[in-house]
């Protein structure tokens, strides 16, 4: 597993003018990353509010150009790259997304490389099962199930209902 650092951002993209959490399990990362590499910091809502300002996207962007974002979760990748079009839209380059944890799913990786959006994960799936399987946290048979979990979900769980 890779330790978010600023090394690990600077290296992979630059150094950014700020820092964007995505609602809600990046805010409380992106916060800390920002305030480690002493940058601004932004958040991302899944949808603007509906009073106030009715923003999306909150934080003193003016200070901003661009921007890493930061995420707890990349499952489909549908809410990252959500977070990642406002902040396009507010005028800000994205130049790139850390996730803490990614499923690694083939369609989550296509729609980061159809929305040019360069990404990073501390660890993944294939990780997590090598990872517990070594600890003999799982054992090989209960491997072997997950990792056909991972293979097609929507389908595994179809076959596990009927079952």
């Known amino acids: ?3 978010l650092t600023n090394e690990l951002i600077e290296d992979r993209f630059g150094k950014p003018d700020g820092i964007a959490g995505v609602a809600t399990g990046g805010i409380a990362l992106g916060a800390l990353v920002a305030q480690e590499m002493g940058l601004p910091f932004c958040y991302v809502r899944s ?3 509906a009073h ?3 923003q999306q996207v909150e934080g003193d962007l003016d200070t901003m150009r661009n921007v890493v974002v930061i995420e707890d979760l990349i499952s489909t ?3 990252s790259l959500n977070a ?3 902040l396009r839209e507010a005028n800000l380059e994205v130049k790139g997304l850390v996730a803490i944890f990614s499923y690694g799913f083939d369609d989550s990786v296509a729609r980061f490389e159809e929305s040019k959006c360069a990404f990073e994960v501390l660890t993944d799936y294939p990780t997590m099962l090598e990872q517990a399987l070594s600890e003999q946290y799982i054992t090989q ?3 072997a199930l997950l990792e056909s979990w991972s293979s097609d979900p929507v389908a ?3 076959q596990q209902i009927q079952s």
């Open 1 to 3: 597993m890779r330790q």
């Open 47 to 49: 949808s603007a509010k």
């Open 52 to 54: 106030g300002t009715g």
């Open 77 to 79: 990748g549908k809410s």
């Open 84 to 86: 990642v079009a406002a």
């Open 141 to 143: 048979e209960q491997a």
């Open 156 to 158: 595994w769980s179809e």
